[in-house]
């Protein structure tokens, strides 16, 4: 057998127990996304009784795993809320419009698609071989809120993911000086709508599998997401080699945005250093940096220094 009859031969098809091993292992998947999307929900309250989400569908992977747990959360919640999904269709050389129509007509999802010529500001006000994001982002983000007001949404729902939640913290910290992430609920910049990211919880990788279980028809981004200069990406590749080399350390980081102590920062808009001052009260907390080792107690502690030897 020559290597090139090897090259075209098709892969083996799975055998029954490979295949019963797939399901078993996409049903864990499954559960663990939805899980981790329904949690999201009641943590931050970002869908109550009779809204109507606004799904923004990109054709990426993850607005379409965000739709498909929508849909199927909106049929096993004991509220009850609509959703319709909204791409916009930027008008980039080669993007295949007939791709979402005709998913979201196979799954019975009402839609709107709204066409605006955003790729053609952002090539003529950009100078080629800059990053194009910022002014991309901020083009969409006015047609959707214009569009979640037409549409009478009262939730437009982001597929942002954990993954993007840190590499946005380190992007900041990195390149503007702030400690500012992506938050799960938010208002709008012109006030009038919440903006939710359901995915919140969830792992990119997670996404990834899940997508590929569910042979979503992805349509890639040329316009951005090719970008091999994005400091987004940049940031990206640093945190999957930490979480190769530290198994776990994203997850502690992920858990340290919801574990904030604004005293042990340097922000005095959070925490009135100014008119600190001791009250001869013991605080477990006070001069402790850092949490990541096992010390004596603190009643220990305090007795060692007033002298105390037992």
């Not at 797939?22 to 929900?41: D, T």
């Not at 319709?84 to 007939?98: I, M, Y």
């Amino acid at each position: 057998m020559t290597m090139e009859s090897l090259a075209t031969e098709p892969a083996p098809a799975p055998t029954a127990r490979q295949a019963d091993r797939a399901r078993i292992e996409a049903n864990k998947l499954a559960k663990r996304l939805r899980r981790e999307v329904g949690q999201a929900i009641a943590d931050f309250n970002m869908i109550g009784e009779g809204d109507k989400v606004m799904v923004c569908l990109s054709g990426g992977k993850d607005s379409y795993a965000l739709l498909d747990i929508l849909l199927f959360l909106r049929e096993h919640a004991p509220i009850h809320f609509d959703l319709v999904a909204v791409n916009l269709d930027q008008k980039q050389p080669g993007f295949p419009a007939d791709v979402l129509p005709r998913y979201l007509s196979e799954r019975g999802v009402p839609f709107h698609i709204e066409n605006e010529d955003t790729y053609s500001i952002v090539k003529r006000l950009i100078p080629e071989g800059k990053t194009t994001c910022s002014l991309c982002s901020r083009l969409r983000r006015g047609v959707l809120y214009r569009v979640a007001s037409e549409l009478g949404a009262t939730r437009i729902a982001l597929g942002h993911h954990r993954d993007d939640i840190l590499q946005t913290l380190f992007l900041n910290m990195f390149f503007a000086g702030k400690l500012k992430a992506m938050p799960p609920k938010l208002v709008s910049d012109d006030g009038r709508h919440v903006v939710i990211r359901p995915l919140a919880y969830c792992r990119e990788s997670d996404l990834e599998a899940w997508a590929r279980v569910r042979e979503y028809p992805i349509i890639p981004c040329d316009l951005c997401g090719s970008q091999p200069n994005l400091q987004r990406q940049q940031v990206k590749q640093m945190l999957r080699e930490w979480e190769k080399r530290y198994p776990g350390r994203i997850e502690t980081m992920f858990r340290s945005l919801s574990n904030v102590v604004p005293s042990h920062l340097l922000d005095a808009r959070l925490h009135d250093f100014m008119h600190l001052e001791a009250d001869g009260i013991p605080d477990p907390e006070g001069d402790r940096a850092f949490d990541g080792d096992e010390f004596v107690n603190t009643a220990q502690i305090i007795r060692f220094a007033e002298g105390e030897t037992r």
